[in-house]
């Protein structure tokens, strides 16, 4: 069975600090890689995107990936009251033609 | 901004009854999917469509379930006989490009009594 794992959380990050949230995968022919934000009781909304090893970065959002330790991390700088929210990470499969998602880590950013 | 559309925002039914989720992907997506969550849990692979075939489907989807793109702007999932266990939030999501971003729309909460 393959897996994308997170650490459930709650992750607590005073406003204006790093939030590092990380996820791993098991299935070594997962090519894609996303991270969605899920308000309570909303639809997943993609924050970010990255298919090859390093930092991709789009305005507070650095997305990073380790194909060889088969890791995936997002950083939000800045972290503001709105970022509170549950983020999940996900990978498509060998066959591209499913993507599974972990089961998110809840961050509350604290005033 | 190109949006996914599901309709009923909600729906109740009796258990054995039969239940269509409709979707209208985003309109020059190719790659149609199904995913459920059910209350505090994670989001499950249901099913990948794409040119009017299943592509892949999880062990969930088993024979209670199908999928249909009636025209070609709709894209449904059928559940046959409703089970108490089936009552869950169910996301549509569509993709441009498999195995690329995914962008999903608000849901369809079923709840079975």
């Known amino acids: 069975q393959k897996e994308v794992e997170q650490n459930s959380g709650p992750l607590s990050v005073p406003e204006g600090a790093i939030a590092s949230l990380n996820c791993t995968y098991s299935?070594?022919?997962?090519?894609?890689f996303f991270w969605y934000r899920q308000y309570s009781g909303k639809s997943p909304e993609l924050i970010m995107s990255?298919?090859?090893?390093g930092d991709k970065e789009d305005g507070r959002f650095t997305a990073q990936l380790n194909k060889a330790s088969q890791y995936v991390s997002l950083l939000i700088r800045d972290s503001q009251p709105s970022d509170s929210a549950t983020y999940l990470c996900?990978?498509?499969?060998?066959?591209?033609?499913?993507?599974?998602f972990g089961s998110g880590t809840r961050l509350s950013i604290r005033p | 901004e190109p949006e996914v559309t599901q309709t009923p925002s909600h729906q109740v039914t009796q258990m054995g009854q039969e239940v269509i989720l409709r979707c209208v992907p985003i309109?020059?997506?190719?790659?149609f999917y199904w995913y459920r969550q059910i209350l505090g849990q994670k989001v499950e692979f249901l099913v990948s469509?794409?040119?009017?075939?299943?592509?892949?489907k999880s062990e969930i989807f088993d024979d209670q379930f199908s999928v249909e793109r009636p025209d070609g702007s709709n894209f449904t999932l059928k559940i046959r006989s409703t089970k108490l266990e089936d009552s869950a939030m169910y996301f549509c999501?569509?993709?441009?490009?498999?195995?690329?971003?995914?962008?999903f729309g608000e849901g369809s909460r079923l709840t079975v009594l």
């Open positions: 469509f794409y040119n009017n075939e299943i592509s892949e």
């Open positions: 999501a569509s993709s441009e490009v498999t195995g690329r971003e995914l962008f």
């Open positions: 996900a990978a498509s499969g060998s066959s591209a033609s499913k993507i599974i």
């Open positions: 309109s020059n997506h190719l790659y």
């Open positions: 990255i298919y090859s090893n």
């Open positions: 299935d070594r022919g997962s090519q894609s």
